[in-house]
């Protein structure tokens, strides 16, 4: 092609990278079947429909000038061509390698600046692809992955291509329409309230018509001397009688106009419930299109670690909101990786317990009848090692050794979310460095879902995922503190109710409530998100409680007022407000006003550092007053262990110190940037940024080069002495030896 051409070669390209990848998924898919498939009359079927769709990829690549993935079609069909004929079968070498190429094209198509010239690699494969054995049967092939149950490919016809972005635009101006059905409630309700005035108005007219006409007959039979002393009287007669009758016909037009604004309002309400079902399923897509590449991912990995495993699909005709999809599919591949390498065993151990020698790794998904869809991905594996996730936890600081002794296995077995926890001794491509089920947690939370996880020894672990249908729009509950007004997710609220401020108990220095047989954290919103304290409750008021809980967590907010809940439509951020904490976003309300969506897992976050005073003390002298005066030195210490952090802040508080507290570095430079601190008292292990990292940020910022820093660690090596040094500590206090003297004397003698 010319160079004139070439913004059109572009464009096709763009088309065929959409076909290209249909081709792909659909041979992968079914290459899959062929290894599932080992009696010879479920073969020539599969093998026909291979030769199919390698031959129309094929001529799509020539047009589109892909010599590359040209060649390596023309490569399959010769083997694909030698296995119709019956000829030859396949053998486990011959799959692989076609697996290879698919992965290869993959490749090549999805690159932004495709090769034309034939390199070493590329020759090398088609030769490959033309020496692989291919005699022997096919029942030799090992680790073959169940197909999915019930699912038929979805049809082709009637179907038109649309861009995602024109879809996600329509849909939004949909979305866009709950403001206008509102509005329209709130015209109701504004009609409605006039139409009161006017019932009011009637009863005090027919209040005072008694009096009216008893002025009108005494004026008709009076004395020419009262009419000379109340001249004005018949005017204001007829005047009242002209307002009666258009107050009358007033009254007469308002109640028709709320009428009619009443069916016009349930009109518009059907209308754009309808509309806005219908825009959001132009983005639903069965579960299976994401479904389709999951069963290569488990037998690649059986491959890889000689392991055998059936993966096996249960709804995956469920429609899901395509962007759920999208973002729910990282967060799958990651457990379906963990199934593998974690859960099931080699087939010799499974045999060895009485098991099948072939594990079974399912997913099954299904609507809830709140509106949700769960997602349950299982295996009959060996479960999860609840003491070895105890160990784990231990020694990566995220519990103590007393709190591992403690700790309810259920408990226990979320902490598998917790980024950096392991229990892989050695690091592998696979897993190792603790990252996978965190990115689990943080993928299904951003999502608005939560996940739970569930084992057995010897039995399995199911891991179980919610989420909502589509995203966007979602319920929440209205609430206010501090005379401002908030908007809940609902799907993160479990219950709303008023307690007495006796109910409310003191654990570790904080306010708590015994829910369920729970305790459970109180906290303030205003403390949440650092509003000052407007409201004066005393011994006697109730207390607003809202039950919010993100993935195992839950916590009690505390607010002024619950008002109601509604539909609302959550709209994202723009630049430059990307990312604030405690807030998802924002919605409009009927009325054109703009209110604040709180984002709940940033809330547990701040809860932790937040204030534990209770309404009940939040009187009128602690509004009016400084909490804390200029000759109290502050302090921030830093403390990943909820136990380690409430301790070193009663020590110090004892001491006569103010104490604000973080649980990791990032939140304590957060803190340093927006108040001001005489010294920092902070842990060395932490996720996130630990100390060492921690000290090094504030050395390099020179609005803190002269901030004290004393590290209270567990590290008690003279090398990690060193580089507590090294990073800027003032002083370095190791845990094993640790004396409250003498970490009250590093603080007196710093500052």
């Not at 002393?229 to 007829?238: A, R, V």
């Not at 100390?691 to 567990?714: E, M």
């Amino acid at each position: 092609m010319t160079t004139q051409d070439e913004p059109f070669l572009q464009q096709l390209r763009a088309t065929f990278a959409v076909e290209a990848q249909e081709h792909l998924q659909a041979l992968s898919s079914m290459l899959l079947d062929l290894e599932g498939s080992p009696s010879p009359p479920g073969q020539p079927e599969v093998i026909e429909d291979l030769h199919r769709h390698v031959h129309s990829l094929k001529g799509a690549s020539r047009a589109v000038d892909l010599s590359e993935v040209e060649g390596i079609c023309q490569a399959l069909e010769d083997m694909l061509a030698s296995w119709k004929s019956g000829a030859v079968t396949p053998t486990v070498s011959a799959c692989d390698t076609v697996h290879q190429a698919l992965d290869v094209i993959g490749g090549l198509i999805s690159s932004d600046s495709p090769t034309h010239d034939k390199t070493p690699e590329y020759l090398a494969l088609i030769e490959h692809l033309r020496a692989v054995p291919q005699a022997g049967d096919i029942s030799a092939l090992i680790a073959p992955t169940a197909t999915p149950i019930g699912m038929k490919k979805p049809a082709l016809a009637d179907t038109v291509r649309i861009a995602v972005s024109k879809l996600e635009a329509g849909l939004l101006e949909a979305e866009g329409m709950l403001v206008l059905k509102s509005a329209a409630a709130l015209r109701v309700s504004e009609l409605r309230s006039l139409t009161a005035v006017f019932s009011q108005w009637r009863k005090e007219w027919d209040g005072i018509s008694d009096e009216v006409r008893t002025l009108r007959y005494n004026r008709a039979r009076g004395s020419d001397r009262d009419r000379r002393q109340h001249p004005s009287s018949p005017q204001i007669l007829q005047f009242l009688d002209r307002n009666l009758e258009h107050l009358r016909s007033l009254e007469d037009c308002i109640s028709s106009l709320a009428s009619q604004t009443e069916q016009d309002r349930h009109d518009l309400t059907r209308m754009v419930d309808g509309f806005l079902e219908n825009s959001k399923r132009l983005l639903m897509l069965p579960f299976a299109t994401l479904a389709d590449f999951f069963p290569k991912v488990v037998r690649d990995l059986c491959r890889d670690q000689h392991k055998d495993a059936a993966f096996v699909l249960v709804g995956g005709e469920v429609e899901i909101d395509k962007r759920i999809l999208e973002g729910i599919k990282d967060a799958l591949t990651h457990v379906l990786r963990n199934c593998v390498d974690h859960g099931i065993e080699t087939p010799t151990q499974r045999e060895s317990s009485g098991k099948a020698a072939r594990a079974c790794i399912s997913l099954t998904v299904r609507r809830t009848t709140s509106g949700m869809v769960e997602i349950v991905v299982a295996d009959d594996g060996a479960g999860i090692d609840v003491g070895r996730i105890k160990n784990a936890a231990v020694a990566g600081g995220l519990i103590t050794l007393e709190d591992s002794r403690t700790l309810p296995d259920n408990q226990a077995l979320a902490l598998v979310f917790h980024s950096g926890l392991s229990t892989r001794e050695t690091v592998t491509e696979i897993s190792g460095r603790g990252l996978g089920m965190a990115i689990v947690r943080a993928d299904v939370e951003r999502l608005g879902g939560r996940v739970t996880i569930d084992s057995q020894p010897g039995i399995g672990t199911t891991l179980r995922i919610i989420l909502p249908l589509t995203i966007a729009t979602t319920r929440g509950l209205f609430v206010t503190a501090s005379d401002q007004t908030f908007v809940l997710p609902t799907n993160n609220v479990e219950h709303v109710f008023r307690v007495k401020p006796s109910d409310l108990q003191t654990v570790e220095n904080r306010e708590a409530i015994l829910i369920d047989h729970q305790i459970l954290p109180v906290v303030r919103l205003d403390d949440v998100l650092g509003l000052s304290c407007t409201s004066v409750q005393d011994a006697t008021t109730p207390i607003s409680l809202v039950i919010i809980r993100s993935v195992d967590r839950r916590i009690a907010l505390v607010v002024s007022k619950i008002l109601h809940e509604e539909e609302v439509l959550i709209k994202p951020f723009r630049r430059p407000l990307i990312r604030i904490c405690n807030f998802a976003g924002a919605t409009v309300t009927g009325s054109g006003k703009a209110l604040p969506v709180l984002d709940v897992a940033d809330l547990f976050i701040s809860a932790q550092t937040a204030s534990s005073q209770t309404p009940a003390a939040c009187s009128e002298t602690d509004r009016l007053a400084p909490r804390h005066t200029a000759s109290v030195k502050r302090l921030l210490v830093v403390e990943d262990s909820i136990t380690s952090r409430m301790l070193l802040k009663g020590m110090l508080e004892a001491a006569g110190y103010y104490v604000k507290t973080a649980p990791d570095g990032v939140e304590a430079f957060t803190s340093l940037r927006g108040e001001h601190f005489d010294l920092v008292v902070s842990d060395v292990e932490m996720p996130r940024l630990n100390g060492l990292g921690l000290t090094a940020k504030i050395r390099s910022d020179h609005r803190f080069a002269d901030l004290p820093v004393i590290l209270v660690t567990g590290l008690e090596s003279p090398a990690q002495r060193e580089q507590g040094i090294d990073a800027g500590a003032d002083a370095y206090i190791v845990k094993s030896g640790f004396d409250q003297s003498q970490l009250l004397e590093a603080v007196g003698r710093l500052i």
